[in-house]
């Protein structure tokens, strides 16, 4: 007996001992006991600006203020620039570099700047503070892009998603319409967005004696969502990534179609960008068609400012973003999540504590409706739900709120796809962005060199319009890819 007691007594001191720091466990999540006389403070750094700037401060004032207040955790958000100024700030201060604040406990971050912290051992493992029966309210790819490790641990939690839709200027494209019988269901597919730029820039072409002087149509935010989401549309998988370890597959006759659909309408001058993003093109009338995420409609413009002394209202229309003819519907899913800095278990509970609040149904729909982002749980995915939260909270622009619903529309019926976490995954992302939209933009230029100098503009466009061409991009596409894992 006492050999029994002499192994019995140590192991429930032990027991004990832990009591006061866990309150229990309950459905497998850990509950670390927190004290509202000695709250846990949790610093939080972000990326949001304008709008969402606004809407995030005051939710996470409204939680202080609140079951932060009851629960003894504090929230301290701080904007950090934007979300290149954000990974720059969050990698500095990991790798401990002189003059960076040390790493925050919580911090926005997109898959590939949690995958490079993670590498250093810093963030936390979010499996233990939540059920199994809390992550199955959530979208399944939303969960599942958090889990980019070779054990499957939950390192990004989703707050507020985003995806792509079409933006068109309804004003201008009323004129083209009734003039030439264009039908926004010819939007439905990029092939059909190319021949309606074509005919665009022909009827706007007419419309003056000058020569070549049509008007470009269409234009893209993110050519890297284009290229990834169009090759899943193709049948092929540009970055595939087992256990952090990427090959890059470059499907010649997917890309074909991609370079037909992107760089072939932009050297005719059917497809165009000029401002920093295609809603400034939108607002100066370079361009009256546009893809871009669901937070960028809230910059749709509502007039077309045509120079310092003239401009003209318009009206907006919100389509699905266009995917390739006869391909299953993949739409981009994009949007950071929160990271959580390893610590101890009541910060990380804590931090845990503040993303479930966050995330409840209706509060992430007031949220949504704020700033323009998607919510995450599969019950807030739901259009009356949404139509119901816009009318009872902040008047929305037409353009948010039909953003908004589209975005919904597509979350519950095409497949959202993200590529998996890779090491250098953010430089072969750019590779992408700025490959083929570079190419398209210098061969453009040259052509209207060559125009201005007196080439015909048939003669100057088959020039670049070549197998050779084509050919060349995809070998300074693959060997370009190939160098960010060296």
Known sequence: MKKILGKFIPLLLIVLFALPFFSGCAGGTQTPKLDPSNPVSLELWHYYNGPQKVAFDEMVAEFNDTVGLEKGIIVEAFNQGSTNDLLTKVVDAANKKVGAADVPDIFAAYSDTAYEIDQLGLVADLDPYFTEEELAEYVPSYIEEGRFDKEGSLKIFPIAKSTEVMMLNKTDWDKFAQATGAETDDLATIEGVTATAEKYYEWTDSLTETPDDGKTFFGRDAVANYIISGMQQLGSTIFDVTDG???????????????????????????????KFRSDDAKTGDLI?????????????????????????????????????????????????MVVTKSDAKTEYAAAEFLKWFTDAQRNLDFTVGSGYLPVKKSANDTELVKKT???????????????????????????????????GFNARNVLEYSLSDKAKADYEAISADIAGGTPRADAVAKYDTDENFSAWVSELTSSLEETQK
């Open 289 to 337: 068609a546009l893809v871009c995420s669901t937070t960028g409609a809230t910059y749709f413009p509502t007039e077309v400012t045509v120079n310092d002394n003239e401009s003209y209202p318009i009206e907006s229309i919100t389509l699905p973003a266009p995917c390739f003819e006869g391909a299953e519907r993949y739409s981009i899913q994009q949007g950071a999540g």
């Open 245 to 275: 370890e990427v090959s890059f597959h470059l499907d010649e006759n997917a890309l074909r179609k991609l370079w037909d659909n992107y760089y072939v309408p932009y050297i005719n001058g059917y497809f165009g960008a000029y401002g």
């Open 390 to 424: 816009f009318e009872q909270t902040v008047e929305a622009s037409t353009a948010l709120k039909d953003a908004v619903l589209v975005s919904i529309d597509e979350v519950n019926s095409d497949i959202l796809y993200t590529n998996k976490a890779f090491e250098n």
